[in-house]
Each structure stands twice: as C-alpha cells, then as structure tokens.
C-alpha cells in the first residue's frame, strides 16, 4: 500500500507548470508535430493526424470550439487504430482519410520496420519533453520548501522530467515509486529520507510496460529511428506509460496505485 504522509504542504504541478522549461503547450506540440511530418515528407502520416485534426476541429461543444492538442490527437488515432466503434462511426464520411490509413496499416503488415502513426507521436512526445537542454531554474522557490518540509511531496499531472532534472541538478534525491528499475509502490514508505516524493499521476514518458506486463522505468533518450522502443537488455519492446484524455483512468499499475 502507498503510505500517506500527513503533509503540511504538498504541490500540485499542472500542464503550465513545464512552458518555462521550454517544454511546449500540448496544443503547440500538435502544431510542431504536423509541421515535423510535413518536413520528414511523411506524407501519408501528416494526411491523417492532418485530417483527424481538421475533423475534431469542426466539433462544436456547447458553442465552442473542441481544442486539438497532442494528446487528443494521440488518443483519437489510437482509437481507430484498435477499431473503436465510436470513432470509425466518425470517419464514416471520411473515405479519403480511412483508405490512407488502411494502406498505412497493410504496408505495416508486410513490413514491420514501420511503426504505428500512435507510436510515432510518442515518440515524438518523449523527445519534445525529455529533450536536455530543458531549463529548470525557475523552480528554485523548491529549495526554500525543501529546508522544512522533508521529504517535499510533489504531484504532477505531467509526464516530463522537470522535476527529475532540477532534483538531479541541485544534488536533492526524489523516489518516483520505481526501486532498482521496477515499480514498487510500498517502497514510498521506506524513502522517507528523500528530499522529494514525486507522484506522477498520468505516467511519465520514462515509464514503461514491457511484453510480459512488468513495468519499468527507461531514461535511454529517444532518437528519431524507424525502430521500436526496446529494451536495450532484455530485447523486448516497451509500450510507454503516458496516459491521455479518455485513458486516464485505465488501468496501467503505477497510475492507478498514484491515483488511488
């Protein structure tokens, strides 16, 4: 079980918190990954999330305009790529689109060395939020709390390494609930002695599940090869542990336990 503290004072950093560290917007982090494809010449990839985005874009929501950042855009095409009903309802109209997709989706059949368009966006992803030359001196005030309240407790809803990166940077320790690599949970009340316990409530880009369901954190730095994200060990490939509109709740272990 993971231990409450009862905390004095405890910070919850939201989407705004990482803009200072030169981390974009959700919704600017759509815009520059639509402008990556169309630059790679990736033709058939910009086609859809360029049209799934133009799509959701003439959604209205009590008058008002549906906002189409990454991960909305990450969620909707990973939804038609395991054939949700709900969103191939949505397309029905959209012949162009979904012949471009199925073609994509028979050539990624015939040769896997091309990824899935959701995988790409992830990796995408990871590489805009754990880029290094991230600054993170803003976050300074932390030290202050730091000298009275030990450990600090940390929630964030993002999945950047912000908070990892300014720990590392002014030689503070933090747990994240992985112990040795592996997520383990009851390990929350044993480091005590951090100066930071960090919650990340929606995964984080270093987190990952491999093929036999264990979890595990990965901070290689993504590169922009065709390959999938692997377990530079054991070989097997890892599915990242970023949760998105509409995921929040699933269950992936080290989310839900920080949920709970």
């Known amino acids: 079980m993971l231990h409450t503290l009862d905390a004095e004072v405890i910070f919850l950093l939201g989407a705004g918190t990482s803009i200072p560290a030169g981390i974009s917007g959700v919704r600017d982090m759509a815009n520059k990954f639509l ?39 990450l969620e909707t095409i990973e939804r038609l790529e395991n054939r949700h009903l709900d969103v191939l309802s949505l397309f029905y109209n959209q012949k162009k689109i979904l012949d471009i997709f199925e073609n994509l989706e028979r050539d990624r059949s015939k040769q896997e060395v091309r990824p ?40 964030s809803t993002n999945y950047d390494i912000c908070i990892e990166r300014f720990c ?34 929606h995964g984080s880009v270093t987190w990952s599940r491999d093929e036999r369901g264990r979890y595990a954190r990965n901070e290689i730095a993504i590169t922009d090869t065709e390959q999938s994200q ?22 992936f272990e080290p989310t839900f336990d920080l949920i709970v």
């Open 35 to 73: 402008l990556k494809l169309q630059e790679e010449h990736r033709n058939s990839y910009f086609e859809i999330a360029n049209g799934i985005r133009t799509l959701l874009s003439e959604w209205k929501v009590d008058q008002k305009e549906v906002v189409i950042d990454i991960e909305l855009l």
């Open 168 to 201: 590392i940077k002014n030689k503070k320790t933090f747990f994240d609930g992985f112990f040795d690599g592996k997520w383990d949970p009851d390990k929350f009340a044993t480091n005590l002695d951090r100066d930071v316990l960090l919650y990340k409530l």
């Open 230 to 251: 692997t377990n530079i060990v054991t070989g097997e490939k890892e599915i990242p542990l970023i949760s998105n509109p509409g995921r929040k709740l699933e269950y």
């Open 116 to 155: 899935k368009l959701s995988s790409v966006i992830k990796k995408f992803i990871k590489s805009e939020t754990g880029k290094p030359n991230i600054g993170v001196d803003y976050l300074n005030g932390l030290l202050k709390f730091m000298e009275g309240h030990m450990p600090l407790l940390i929630f």
